[in-house]
């Protein structure tokens, strides 16, 4: 049974029906829209991580983000892992980041869960949570950059936002 290590946090900020994405400049996933995010750091707990990234990548200062649920792969162009997703509603003004990841901008969430610009498992795990559902345990298997198979569960027990970055096992 894999175990993943939970080490990033992924956050997606919105304004009405609009979701703020970056256009990430580094791998992984350069050249495709994302949310912001980034390692969490030690001592920090995943919730924040989120909080921390999204001041350093937007310049927003947002003080709370509702919890989504966790996201898992392996067979990417990175080590097998794990992130914290999260929500955050965006405060009012333009975005003015602290730390350049790439480009930001404001998209419609019908174009962040179909465009193909966009990582793929966006269009796989985003609506759901946007659409309220409790948090879930997001898994996904690729081969060359496509993913080959995917899986949603019911999100573990140890996992919690608040507390320091855990491992989940994949059944």
């Known amino acids: 049974m894999p175990t993943f290590p939970l080490t990033y946090t992924l956050c997606f900020l919105?304004?009405?029906?609009?979701?703020?994405?970056l256009l990430r400049d580094n791998p992984p996933n350069a050249g495709l829209w994302n949310g912001v995010g980034g390692h969490i750091d030690h001592g920090e707990t995943p919730l924040e991580s989120c909080l921390r990234e999204v001041h350093?990548?937007?310049?927003y200062r947002v003080q709370q983000a509702h919890f989504g649920g966790v996201l898992t792969w392996d067979g990417f162009e990175v080590p097998p892992g794990g992130l914290y997703i999260f929500i955050a509603a965006a405060p009012p003004g333009d975005p003015a980041p602290i730390e350049n990841e790439g480009r930001l901008a404001w998209k419609t969430r019908r174009w962040?869960?179909?465009?193909?610009?966009?990582?793929?498992?966006?269009h796989h795990f985003l609506p759901p949570i946007l659409?309220?559902?409790?948090?879930?345990?997001?898994?996904?298997n690729y081969s060359d950059g496509v993913i080959m198979g995917q899986e949603v569960n019911p999100l573990p027990d140890d996992v919690n936002p608040?507390?320091?970055?855990?491992?989940i096992k994949i059944n």
């Open 112 to 122: 962040v869960c179909s465009a193909p610009e966009v990582v793929s498992n966006i």
């Open 131 to 140: 659409g309220g559902e409790p948090p879930r345990h997001y898994y996904f």
């Open 56 to 59: 350093e990548e937007t310049g």
């Open 162 to 167: 608040q507390l320091p970055a855990a491992h």
């Open 14 to 21: 919105t304004r009405g029906d609009d979701i703020l994405m």
